[in-house]
């Protein structure tokens, strides 16, 4: 049973955004930190940001600090991902993710609880 569901993902010019949305349908992770992963082409899953339950505790990786802002309506059961000046190594599958603490879902990605089916988002040159 799906429980994170990703969109807006899709086709994008280098320097412009996509805004990406991953509800809980099961409404079962709301006391839980939430993240996004991301996977290139040929690549392992790397992290991208995550945020705690209360909406603290957000931790950005280094190549999207600036650029990335991650954020949650708990009322909504839903995280969402704001990418703006996108840039062409952006490309990836991106995963939500629920666990325990930001730090987990920045440490352990291979044991995360909870994913998603991924959303793909292309950055042209």
């Known amino acids: 049973q799906v429980q994170l569901v990703e969109s807006g993902g899709g086709l994008v010019q280098a320097g412009g955004s996509l805004r990406l949305s991953c509800v809980d349908s099961?409404?079962?992770?709301?006391?839980?930190?939430m993240g996004w992963i991301r996977q290139a082409p040929g690549k392992e899953r790397e992290f991208v940001a995550a945020i705690g339950w209360s909406g603290g505790g957000i931790l950005y990786a280094d190549s999207v600090k600036g650029r990335f802002t991650i954020s949650r309506d708990n009322a909504k059961n839903t995280v969402y991902l704001q990418m703006n000046s996108l840039k062409p190594e952006d490309t990836a599958v991106y995963y939500c993710a629920a666990d325990q603490h930001p730090e987990i879902i920045l440490t352990m990605i291979p044991y995360l609880e909870v994913w998603g089916q991924g959303t793909l988002v292309t950055v042209s040159s």
């Open positions: 099961g409404r079962a992770y709301s006391n839980y930190a």
